[in-house]
């Protein structure tokens, strides 16, 4: 019986290790809002103020646009954009790294609207087992 740590387990631990490239991708786009306004904002075609987007996406909190819209700036996947207005007008728009990341998230968004029945089952499923009793174990892998 082996440890489980031979030489391909340790190159495959080491690509989900701080810092890959895999896990800087996924911190940016596991969190739902961020799919969300990246949808939004490719939709819309241009560019959104602030206030539409909020409007647009319904139950998001000011504070949490905020953070979403500043988090994806940082990643480079929003430009914002300050107009010297009174009030002053500001608008975020797509950078081309966030156009390009549209054809995963699109993909991701298809495949949730053919599977979601699916996953929607499951958890039905589960859900009554675990009503009935405590549910077994797995054993092995």
């Not at 306004?37 to 909020?54: I, K, Y």
């Not at 996947?77 to 500001?90: F, G, I, N």
Request: hydrophobic share 40%; with cysteine; charged share 25%.
């Amino acid at each position: 019986m082996g440890t489980g740590y031979d030489e391909e387990t340790e190159r495959w631990r080491a690509r989900f290790r701080n810092g890959c490239a895999s896990r800087t991708v996924l911190e940016v786009l596991a969190n739902k809002w961020a799919l969300y306004v990246l949808s939004a904002l490719r939709r819309s075609g241009g560019p959104m103020r602030f206030n539409d987007l909020r409007r647009l996406l319904g139950d998001i909190t000011q504070k949490m646009l905020t953070q979403t819209l500043r988090n994806l700036e940082r990643d480079g996947l929003v430009s914002r954009a300050v107009y010297p207005t009174v009030p002053p007008r500001v608008e975020y728009a797509l950078t081309e790294l966030g156009l390009d990341v549209g054809t995963l998230t699109d993909a991701v968004g298809e495949w949730a609207v053919v599977h979601a029945p699916q996953i929607i089952a499951a958890r039905t499923h589960y859900d009554e087992r675990a009503a009935a009793g405590p549910l077994p174990l797995s054993v092995g892998r």
